[in-house]
């Protein structure tokens, strides 16, 4: 059995900018939305459909954040269900200019 080296990578901290997708500010800012609400639905003991019954958002919603399928949703969507989940959202952004190659995986 032979070693093999690995080359360790540091990541940008979104792994869709690592693997080179073009919408992946939005994609990560999607994911760490959904993250939360996730997280709440946890921590207050939430099936889908108690969700249903306290946000009015149909439970289906609740069931494709959960599964990470976030395709549908848009970023104010999400933000929203946060806010009927009775969440206070605050974003901060910052922004810098683009390399022409931000990816740590490209080479």
Do not use: C, W
Not at 25 to 47: M, N, P, Y
Not at 84 to 93: F, P, S
């Amino acid at each position: 059995m032979s070693e093999e080296q690995l080359e360790l990578v540091q990541g940008s901290g979104n792994v869709y900018r690592d693997f080179g997708d073009v919408d992946a500010d939005v994609r990560q800012a999607k994911a760490l939305l959904a993250a939360e609400i996730i997280k709440v639905l946890e921590k207050e003991d939430l099936s889908t459909r108690d969700a249903q019954v306290r946000t009015g958002i149909n439970h289906s919603e609740f069931v494709q954040i959960r599964r990470a399928n976030l395709g549908r949703f848009t970023i104010d969507r999400l933000i929203s269900i946060l806010g009927r989940l009775n969440q206070q959202v605050e974003i901060t952004i910052t922004t810098h200019p683009r390399t022409t190659d931000s990816s740590p995986m490209a080479s």
